[in-house]
């Protein structure tokens, strides 16, 4: 007998793309979202783990080995690294928090479980989350047994019109909009960026409501211009925003490190209590504590760093910019400029940050599709229909560009024309 609620989740996208990117070796993938492993510094990892342990020794009043055991044992479920976290917010994000209300977590993926099992009751709520979006909470609710209901996603994000439709529709049901969970920056799948007007909208909205918009800032710091829209925590005068924060595209993955800022007061049974309490109280229960090692080197990154990471990134976001550009004009070389007639019917969207591009074909994507196209054509895309909740983005196709050099860039887009190209030929 297993989890019946196995079934309601849409196939194991990540698998799929994972094996196929293992069976066709020689082609091109723009299928993965992964960070360039040229900007990994794990050989430096002691480096950063002894500069924390000797801001510890100092900080403590204690001996080194002291300080070695506390990171051996058991730690604090919220963190211990929350004040080292707090300057680094203040200082690269403009947001203001107490360390108190910031929770460390395993990624965001953890932060994500934490938020949801924390605020929602599964008879009652429902959770909302962008069509498309990020797989890592809407499969984790379904499975879980939560209500998740999706709004659909227009060029400049979540539509407040529809989401205002639901709440009342589901109000009407007697069941409430607990989380409304968002990726404003750089969105993945979409790679759309949120303008203020909308993100000033959402926040009217979930203060009318009373709802929590659950921020997903994984991609935010990687703005090609420089000049994003603030995240709605900094703008978030009413606390109605939870703020999650990954880093493992700041740093690598391997850390499964994030946070989350969580400072609003709960009324709890008729006590107020921190709303970050109640959620470390759930880690406890899920991871017990976020490893203390890999807390210990991001916190030596943030001290040699003097808390800010935009001199780290900028070579990041450099890279990132030129695979865009590269990509923008590959596609419009061999796409756009294309002397046939289909090119006319292909467009995209231009993100102005983070690692992903969304094509729209005037035909059907889907799995049997990305086998033919890996098969014949050696590149490998996503369809956009693996982020939708129900149906959706059937013609439209996700490309990572992140984890591509130049040259494969231009190789793959060749290769996507000839594809593109025999879906015209048929
Ligand atoms: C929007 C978004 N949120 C969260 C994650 C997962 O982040 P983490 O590695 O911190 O769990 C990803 C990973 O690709 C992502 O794209």
Same mark, same amino acid.
């Given at each position: 007998m297993?989890?019946?609620?196995?079934?309601?989740?849409?196939?194991?996208?990540?698998?799929?793309?994972?094996?196929?990117?293992?069976?066709?070796?020689?082609?091109?993938?723009?299928?993965?979202?992964?960070?360039?492993?040229?900007?990994?510094?794990v050989q430096d990892f002691p480096e950063y783990f002894n500069l924390f342990i000797d801001y510890l020794c100092d900080k403590e009043k204690k001996d080194k080995q002291a300080v070695l055991n506390s990171l051996g044992q058991y730690n604090r479920a919220k963190g211990i690294i929350n004040d080292l976290v707090v300057d680094y917010f203040k200082k690269d994000e403009d947001i203001s928090a107490d360390p108190e209300s910031v929770i460390m977590t395993v990624g965001t993926q953890e932060a994500m479980v934490i938020s949801v099992m924390t605020l929602c009751d599964k008879a009652n709520d429902v959770v909302i989350v962008e069509d498309p979006s990020y797989i890592g909470i809407t499969h984790f609710s379904i499975?879980?047994?939560?209500?998740?209901?999706?709004?659909?996603?227009?060029?400049?994000?979540?539509?407040p019109d529809i989401l205002e439709q639901k709440i009342l529709y589901f109000q009407k049901l007697e069941k409430s909009v607990k989380i409304v969970y968002i990726i404003p920056d750089f969105q993945n799948p979409s790679g759309i960026t949120m303008p203020v007007e909308r993100r000033e909208a959402l926040l009217?909205?979930?203060?009318?409501?009373?709802?929590? !918009? #659950?921020?997903? @800032?994984?991609?935010?710091?990687?703005?090609?211009?420089?000049? /994003?829209?603030?995240? +709605? *925590?900094?703008?978030?005068?009413?606390?109605?925003?939870?703020?999650?924060?990954?880093?493992?595209?700041?740093?690598?993955?391997?850390?499964?490190?994030?946070?989350?800022?969580?400072?609003?007061?709960?009324?709890?049974?008729?006590?107020?209590?921190?709303?970050?309490?109640?959620?470390?109280?759930?880690?406890?229960?899920?991871?017990?504590?976020?490893?203390?090692?890999?807390?210990?080197?991001?916190?030596? !990154? #943030?001290?040699? @760093?003097?808390?800010?990471?935009?001199?780290?990134?900028?070579? /990041?976001?450099?890279? +990132? *910019?030129?695979?865009?550009n590269q990509l923008l004009a590959s596609l419009n070389e061999y796409i756009q400029q294309s002397e046939n007639k289909w090119a006319k019917s292909i467009s995209w969207n231009i993100p102005e940050g983070g690692f992903f591009l969304k094509i729209n074909v005037p035909f059907k994507v889907d799995k049997d599709e990305i086998i033919r196209c890996v098969e014949k054509y050696k590149v490998i895309i996503t369809p956009m229909s693996f982020f939708y909740l129900g149906k959706g983005g059937e013609n439209e196709i996700r490309l990572a560009f992140s984890n591509v050099s130049k040259e494969e860039i231009i190789?793959?887009?060749?290769?996507?024309?000839?594809?593109?190209?025999?879906?015209?030929?048929q």
């Open positions: 297993l989890n019946p609620l196995l079934r309601e989740i849409q196939e194991d996208v990540m698998g799929f793309l994972n094996e196929i990117q293992l069976k066709y070796p020689e082609a091109i993938t723009f299928a993965s979202g992964r960070p360039s492993e040229l900007f990994f510094d499975l879980a047994g939560y209500q998740v209901e999706a709004v659909p996603v227009d060029e400049f994000g979540i539509s009217a909205l979930a203060d009318k409501y009373g709802f929590f !918009i #659950l921020e997903d @800032n994984a991609y935010g710091e990687f703005s090609y211009q420089g000049n /994003k829209p603030a995240t +709605l *925590k900094a703008m978030d005068t009413n606390k109605r925003v939870i703020y999650l924060r990954s880093f493992s595209k700041t740093i690598y993955p391997s850390l499964r490190l994030g946070a989350i800022v969580a400072d609003q007061l709960i009324n709890d049974r008729g006590s107020v209590v921190r709303l970050s309490d109640l959620m470390a109280k759930v880690k406890g229960y899920i991871t017990v504590n976020t490893s203390s090692i890999s807390q210990a080197v991001f916190g030596g !990154i #943030l001290i040699k @760093n003097n808390f800010s990471l935009k001199n780290l990134n900028q070579s /990041k976001i450099d890279d +990132l *910019k030129e695979k865009r190789t793959g887009v060749k290769r996507l024309s000839l594809y593109f190209q025999s879906k015209f030929d």
